[in-house]
């Protein structure tokens, strides 16, 4: 009974907005602390991300941080040069470990503006604004990704 609450109470921390709002993916079409939807027609910058492991068991993103301006859009290309399957998710580091925990309970695949899920070899992108100033993380949040390195800061000033 306590699982079902606790996988019921994280649900409605992730749809509370989608709910108000009537939007999918838990609210992520709206602002989120992290930012919003970027239009892909007033791009500031592109950056190329690469997800991968290494021969060591470590997991990790290419470039390892980041650092944007307030209100600058970014489209993040994101290639899996790696073997196995990885996401790229840009949220809080609390919101990144509320979600975590969820994806380790069921098995969940993102349709959301803020994410993307990629296969071995598949290439994606997520075009984003990054409209507050804070910092932030992203992170693949497939289980045991994150724990083998697979997440870094996001500095908007």
């Known amino acids: ?80 040069a790696g073997e196995l399957e990885h996401e790229f998710v840009l949220d809080t580091a609390q919101r990144n470990v509320l979600h975590k925990e969820m994806m380790a309970k069921m098995d969940m695949e993102h349709d959301d503006p803020n994410s993307v899920r990629l296969d071995a070899g598949a290439q994606g992108e997520v075009v984003w604004t990054f409209s507050n100033a804070g910092t932030f993380e992203f992170a693949c949040l497939i289980p045991g990704h994150y724990e083998s390195g697979m997440h870094g800061p996001v500095v908007v000033k």
Request: glycine share 12%; no cysteine; net charge negative.
């Open 1 to 80: 009974m306590k699982t079902i609450l606790s996988t019921l109470a994280i649900a409605a921390f992730f749809a509370g907005p989608a709910l108000a709002s009537g939007t999918h993916g838990g609210g992520h079409g709206d602002e989120m602390e992290v930012g919003k939807l970027g239009d892909v027609h007033h791009v500031d910058r592109e950056i190329s991300v690469s997800m991968k492991e290494t021969d060591d068991g470590e997991m990790l993103f290419e470039p390892r941080t980041f650092s944007f301006s307030t209100g600058e859009t970014i489209k993040f290309t994101i290639t899996n």
